[in-house]
């Protein structure tokens, strides 16, 4: 932008200068112009980092100590190709190449960006009072995301909102009080997998999953029962897929402010079709639950249409915050319970391992499982510890950080206005910090007696496996993901034996990065029912 601006104001001074008055001159002015532009281009891409590095160095006429280890890319785009598709797979090779897996430095376009494959200088990002803002996004901003807890400033709105989510929705209180809901749509689920008959032999199930928790946080959200069995939410479904289509695609224009103009992606055009839609849909719910003020909050209108005057959200903020929460909670538990699921087909030693289990403490009786049971286990929370690792559903953490001051990271000076990243991915998977890093082995979570889990935690503490970040703004929302990827998986392993469709076949663990990281090809198995009718 500012490039843009000073561009204009040469050729605002140039305009009315009288030597311009000749075409000749004003086209030999403009080759001029071009020229140096060009060389100052070709000079910032000098530099360790590619172009915004420069960029930054020359403005700032900043002798840096040392500049932090990084490929060039290209001229004025920087690395925007290491953006594309798998990111996390090529964040790690170029790092491994530049020998910069503990901080690396790249541009996008005129975004300075460091990542780090490195727990400790992980911890040094994510934990720090610098990196608490996330950076900008056109399209995070135009679906009203910024007005959301995902990506609020760093300030007393985005405070407020947390607080209010800790309060009233991710509470170990709240949380046990939706377990009826959970074991309402576990339920479900089952039926839908039994309707074809005991051999199901080539059944997808990922659509069945990706309904199920867009239900269940419509009901936690919403205070909406919708049944798996009829298409009544698919209305919903469809807002979610275009702004999750959306909000993981590379823009250009984020990197790259003169392109914005243009729209090169039609991702202007796409949004603004896409958020009065948003609108009228929770917009209407918002209304109805105004309509019938409830005396004891059932769901999470109820709770923000109740908040004190002093902490009232407008009524396009709430719309921001509601849609934010079905957005966020249903992807990630979806995702998650299908690479488990993939992992169990993949590895029927582990898969009866987890129905031993079951079986021990549920009993082979016709009684469903409850999450009291899943409290008991060992071996299953083991594995689903095992397949984060493999498996981060954010290998990026999902959203970046920005830093608000200029900081110290490993040594290296980090300006203010910088992005910065963790490559979980590569962490998690590194020999360096996992022992037989790229095998499935649930048991390197349980002590030597595979009697209890070793004293491990996934919530942020100990960023050797953090998929849910840590720090200020780690994921608000990861114990109610876990309880309820480790219970849906426990009802289902409780039911059905899962196998490949065919004894020939293996599955195919391809991933591809949209805003979470997907199986390319979704998981199709065979299923035989465990327990008889
Ligand atoms: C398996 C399930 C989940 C995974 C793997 C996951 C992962 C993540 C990650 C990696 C972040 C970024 C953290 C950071 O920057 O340090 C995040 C943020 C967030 N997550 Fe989750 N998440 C999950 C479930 C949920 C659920 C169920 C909800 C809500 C219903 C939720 C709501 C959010 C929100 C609102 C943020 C933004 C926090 C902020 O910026 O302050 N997540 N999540």
Redo the contacts with the bound molecule.
């Keep these: 932008m500012t490039t843009d601006r000073e561009s204009l104001w040469v050729f605002a001074l140039a305009s009315n200068c009288k030597y311009f008055t000749s075409p000749i001159n004003s086209i030999c002015f403009v080759l001029v112009f071009l020229l140096v532009w060009l060389v100052m281009n070709m000079i910032y891409w000098t530099h360790p980092g590619g172009p915004a590095w420069g960029k930054y160095k020359w403005r700032k006429y900043l002798v840096a100590p040392k500049p932090i280890p990084g490929p060039r890319g290209f001229p004025l785009i920087g690395s925007m190709n290491l953006m594309t598709g798998l990111a996390h797979q090529k964040i790690a090779a170029v790092a491994k190449s530049c020998q910069a897996k503990r901080l690396m430095s790249f541009s996008l376009g005129e975004t300075r960006v460091i990542v780090t494959c490195n727990p400790v200088v992980a911890k040094e990002i994510?934990n720090s009072s610098v990196f608490v803002d996330?950076p900008v996004n056109e399209s995070a901003y135009r679906l009203m995301f910024n007005r959301a807890?995902?990506f609020a400033s760093y300030g007393v709105y985005?405070r407020t909102l947390?607080k209010i989510a800790a309060m009233h929705l991710f509470c170990p209180k709240q949380i046990k009080a939706s377990e009826a809901q959970r074991c309402e749509i576990a339920k479900q689920v089952i039926e839908i997998f039994k309707a074809g008959g005991p051999i199901r032999d080539s059944i997808r199930v990922r659509d069945v999953l990706k309904k199920a928790s867009v239900n269940n946080?419509m009901c936690s959200v919403f205070g909406r029962n919708y049944s798996l069995l009829d298409d009544c939410n698919e209305e919903l479904s469809e807002l979610v897929d275009e702004g999750y289509e959306l909000l993981g695609m590379l823009n250009w224009s984020d990197h790259l402010p003169w392109l914005a103009e243009f729209d090169p992606q039609k991702i202007q055009v796409r949004c603004s079709r896409l958020m009065p839609k948003v609108n009228q849909f929770v917009g209407k719910i918002i209304d109805e639950h105004r309509a019938q003020p409830a005396i004891i909050h059932r769901d999470f209108v109820d709770v923000l249409l109740s908040l004190p005057d002093s902490e009232r959200l407008s009524d396009s903020d709430m719309i921001a915050v509601l849609w934010?929460?079905i957005f966020?909670?249903s992807d990630?538990?979806a995702v998650?319970i299908e690479w488990i699921l993939a992992r169990m087909v993949l590895h029927h030693d582990v898969q009866s391992k987890v129905q031993e289990e079951l079986d021990r403490i549920v009993g082979r009786s016709r009684r469903p499982i409850m999450e009291s049971d899943v409290m008991n286990m060992v071996y299953l929370p083991a594995v689903v510890k095992e397949v984060l690792r493999l498996h981060p559903?954010?290998p990026l953490?999902?959203?970046a950080?920005l830093a608000i001051k200029h900081v110290i990271v490993d040594g290296y000076h980090v300006p203010a206005g910088t992005t910065a990243m963790v490559n979980m991915w590569a962490i998690t998977r590194s020999a360096e910090v996992w022992t037989d890093s790229l095998e499935f082995k649930p048991e390197r979570f349980m002590n030597e007696a595979e009697s209890e889990l070793v004293d491990f935690s996934v919530l942020g503490s100990d960023l050797r496996l953090a998929?849910?970040?840590?720090?200020r703004?780690?994921?608000?929302?990861?114990t109610?993901?876990?309880t309820t990827?480790t219970f849906w998986v426990a009802s289902l392993l409780q039911e059905f034996q899962f196998g490949p469709t065919d004894e020939t076949k293996t599955v195919d663990l391809s991933e591809t990065l949209r805003l979470s990281c997907e199986m390319v090809n979704p998981l199709i198995v065979r299923m035989r029912p465990r327990r008889a009718p």
């Design positions: 994510l996330r807890i995902g985005w947390r946080m934010e929460m966020r909670g990630t538990v998650l559903p954010g953490l999902s959203w950080r998929p849910f970040g840590s720090g703004r780690t994921c608000p929302g990861k109610l993901g876990l990827v």
